[in-house]
């Protein structure tokens, strides 16, 4: 990536640094002239003791027949640039910043969570100053959005925006963003989308031609990756509402489960309970049968004793007059042998 040189810092009323075009600074100074080729400029790295003192400068261009206008560094301060890289943001970098800047819709895309919803912006802020531990950070862009997505809720409405290239955010800068509770979202510049800085370095409209297609594109979507992801308050409030909610609809559901599970072994209980007093009835009626059975068994005992005694006695009679018959038969018998008289 080229080494561009087409913005610089300086420090505006506030007291803050504020990001400015080489083409800017030129209008400026053609309205102003004397003002704004004098101004402290300084480069863009993003930690204060990085930056280096710029100033406007320009060269004739040969390829293009004119001059190229640029920042550039006081002389004795580049062999300090051992932190920084090459001094300064690409102009894909920038492009990507500005485009994302003037935002008023897009639909934000994480792939790697599998989330996606759309968003509406109501304010975006490039380079917004945040103050962590004592130390001023920026981030690219800061914007504040409306959302039907929980998410809106979860990071309140706001998101700082980290452009990069391959780089990922300072430990440091993650860990007071998330103290702050400032979401942020990583978006990784793309070769398809990148400015040609060799044919276009000193191309202002050019540039701006970039942008807007720039902000075509990002309309439809923007991809990124969540590097800090806090949850507001009213947000854990409304999770630990739709917990209670969820729990008391468990309850509820309990509740019935059980209602309905009492039921089912009341009427089996009051079955179990028909079916052993059924039982316990039949188990009576049994014995009194039985009972019945005895003494019925034992009348009949006592029924046969007694015929058994009236049929000995009967054969005892008959016997007793059998042995009569006989006897009279033998008187007769002797008595018509002797020839006397038959008295019957």
């Known amino acids: 990536m080229a080494k561009s040189k087409k913005f610089a810092d300086f420090i505006n009323d506030n007291g803050e640094y504020e990001r400015v075009s080489i083409w800017k600074v030129r209008k400026k100074e053609q309205q102003a002239p004397g003002q704004w080729n004098v101004a402290k400029y300084y480069s863009t790295h993003r930690l204060e003791e990085n930056k280096l003192r710029m100033t406007p ?8 027949n004119r001059n190229t206008h640029f920042f550039k560094y006081l002389a004795g301060q580049i062999e300090n640039d051992n932190k920084g890289g090459d001094g300064g943001e690409s102009m894909t970098h920038m492009a990507y910043k500005d485009a994302i800047s003037r935002l008023k819709r897009t639909k934000l895309v994480f792939s790697h969570r599998k989330l996606s919803f759309d968003i509406e912006i109501t304010k975006a802020e490039l ?8 130390r001023k950070f920026r981030l690219d862009v800061y914007i504040e959005f409306t959302s039907e997505h929980e998410y809106c809720l979860k990071w309140n409405g706001r998101m700082g925006i980290e452009v990069c290239r391959s780089n990922s955010l300072h430990l440091e800068k993650i860990e007071g963003l998330e103290t702050l509770g400032i979401p942020v979202v990583q978006i990784r510049t793309h070769s398809k989308f990148e400015f040609n800085e060799e044919e ?14 720039l902000v075509k594109r990002f309309t439809q979507e923007l991809r990124g990756m969540i590097y800090v992801d806090p949850q507001s308050v009213e947000y854990l409030q409304q999770c630990l ?12 559901k309990f509740n019935g489960l059980r209602d309905k599970a009492n039921e089912i072994v009341k009427d089996k209980l009051a079955v179990i309970q028909q079916q052993v007093q059924q039982i316990a009835d039949l188990n009576a009626k049994i014995a009194t049968q039985n009972s019945q059975l005895k003494q019925l068994s034992q009348s009949n005992t006592k029924l046969k004793q007694a015929t058994d005694e009236q049929h000995d006695l009967l054969l005892s009679a008959l016997d007793a007059g059998f ?5 009279l038969k033998a008187k007769i018998r002797k008595y018509l042998s002797l020839g006397l008289p038959n008295k019957h």
Do not use: C, P
């Open 127 to 134: 380079e917004k100053t945040i103050l962590l531990n004592g």
């Open 241 to 252: 509402a739709r917990k209670d909610q969820e729990i008391t609809s468990l309850n509820e």
């Open 323 to 327: 042995f009569s018959v006989r006897k």
């Open 200 to 213: 276009h370095e000193d191309d202002e409209d050019q540039y701006n031609q970039h942008v807007d297609y």
């Open 57 to 64: 400068s320009h060269t004739y261009n040969k390829r293009l």
